[in-house]
Each structure stands twice: as structure tokens, then as C-alpha cells.
């Protein structure tokens, strides 16, 4: 079974809102990585966070880290029409990254 | 420096025919990793490649599959006689260390196989 699991599968809101995205994973991790990945494109790194971090920023994005609970989530504020996108979130396992199914967003002008 | 360098960016095969999908890493990278996604799916792994050394293949499917990472040249993911079940994106990575998938992974822009 897959080691990340995002949450919601899909998400809808109105452009200027907040988005939040979850995931979970089931074993200890060094790391967990957030991804997105516009349709019929390629994927591309939003941000790492270690397992000894609990919070990180990057411009619009804010990540946390629970690992007690073995979740991260992801929040993108004050959303814009070209965040429409999928996100995937990744967890390290030696040199495998292992995915989630992601979630998809669709931010509605 | 260009990015990791994946071709073609879609690939038709009918059934039974071989498809061959090459990614060439970013500059001064010398480990490869193939993954595939599955519509609707979230990225597996497939295989680890070192120049010329092939470090993890536990995600490659037992038969029709090969991958190899040559001295000179791009990674090569090879996939003989195709079934439309092998249609997916194929992407590459790639890292200049060991530990990269830990470290900030460089995709590339995927192959899209379709079989028909």
C-alpha cells in the first residue's frame, strides 16, 4: 500500500482563499516532500521538510510536520487560479521516494 | 544547464511492439530514477540507477521491463512487447548523490506511453 496518503482527493475554492492538503504515512521517515504537478506536465519541487522540523515556509506555501501523527499538511494562502494543479506529497525510505495518489486542486476565478 | 531531458514527451506503441524512453540527467548527476504513474495515481518507483549499475530494481515489473544508465549516453527504460496496461507517464529523476531522493529530486517532464 502506498506510503502517503493525501487528503482530500480533490478540492475546489474560490480564487483569493486558502487551501489546505493532508497527508499521512505509516513508518518513520528522515524526510516528506511536497509536489505539484500541473495537467500533462512534469513535476515540480514545492518543499522539503525534515523529520526534526515542525513548520516551514516558502513564499505562499506553509508545510507542518507531525510526526507523532505521521502527517504533514500543506497551505497555500491566498490562492491563485494558477495553483489549479495536483499535489502529491512523498516520503523518503533510503533512496525511494515512496507517493501518495495526490490531491487535486481547482481554484475557481 | 538545462534540466533533466526526457524523450519523446509521448510515445504511441501498438501492442506487442517495444518502447524505449530515455532520460538524460541533469549535468554532473550521475544517479537515475524511473518511476511510473498510473492515471489517477500517485508515483511508484521502478528502479535506481548508477552509471553502468543498476542499485535497486525491486519496483521494476519481473518481465518485459529493463532499464540500464550507460557510461556515455542517457538512461534507457526499455519495455518489450507492450500491453495496454504498461500505458502510463514514465518519469525520470535524477541527483548528483546517493542520498538525493532525500535531498531535492530533479524531475523531468515524463513520457507518455500509450498503447493502443
Redesign the interface.
Known amino acids: 500500500s502506498?506510503q502517503?496518503e493525501e487528503d482530500p482527493q480533490a478540492l475546489s475554492i474560490q480564487e483569493g482563499e486558502n487551501a489546505t492538503m493532508n497527508c499521512s504515512y505509516k513508518t518513520s521517515i528522515?524526510?516528506l516532500?511536497w509536489?505539484r504537478q500541473n495537467s500533462?506536465?512534469?513535476?515540480?519541487?514545492l518543499i522539503?521538510i525534515r523529520s526534526n522540523e515542525r513548520e516551514k515556509h516558502s513564499g505562499r506555501l506553509r508545510v507542518t510536520l507531525d510526526t507523532s501523527k505521521k502527517s504533514s499538511s500543506l497551505l497555500i494562502t491566498a490562492s491563485r487560479a494558477a495553483d489549479t494543479a495536483s499535489y502529491?506529497c512523498?516520503t523518503?525510505s533510503n533512496?525511494?521516494?515512496?507517493?501518495?495518489?495526490?490531491t487535486k486542486l481547482i481554484i475557481k476565478p | 544547464n538545462a534540466g533533466v531531458m526526457q524523450n519523446p514527451r509521448h510515445l504511441v506503441r501498438r501492442r506487442g511492439q517495444e518502447a524505449r524512453l530515455r532520460c538524460s540527467p541533469m549535468k554532473g548527476h550521475s544517479h537515475v530514477?524511473w518511476?511510473r504513474q498510473l492515471p489517477?495515481?500517485?508515483?511508484?518507483?521502478m528502479v535506481?540507477l548508477q552509471k553502468e549499475n543498476i542499485?535497486?530494481e525491486s519496483?521494476m515489473p519481473k518481465e518485459r521491463f529493463s532499464a540500464e544508465f550507460p557510461k556515455e549516453g542517457p538512461s534507457i527504460l526499455r519495455i518489450q512487447q507492450v500491453v495496454r496496461g504498461d500505458s502510463a507517464a514514465y518519469?525520470c529523476a535524477s541527483s548528483a548523490t546517493?542520498?538525493?531522493?532525500?535531498?531535492?529530486?530533479?524531475?523531468?517532464?515524463?513520457t507518455?506511453l500509450t498503447v493502443v
Not at chain 2, 489517477?40 to 518507483?45: V, Y
Open positions: 502506498q502517503g528522515n524526510n516532500q509536489y500533462g506536465r512534469g513535476l515540480v519541487h522539503l502529491f512523498a523518503d533512496y525511494q521516494l515512496i507517493w501518495g495518489a495526490g | 530514477y518511476y489517477e495515481e500517485g508515483l511508484k518507483f535506481y542499485i535497486d519496483g518519469f546517493s542520498r538525493g531522493q532525500a535531498e531535492e529530486a530533479f524531475f523531468g517532464q515524463g507518455r
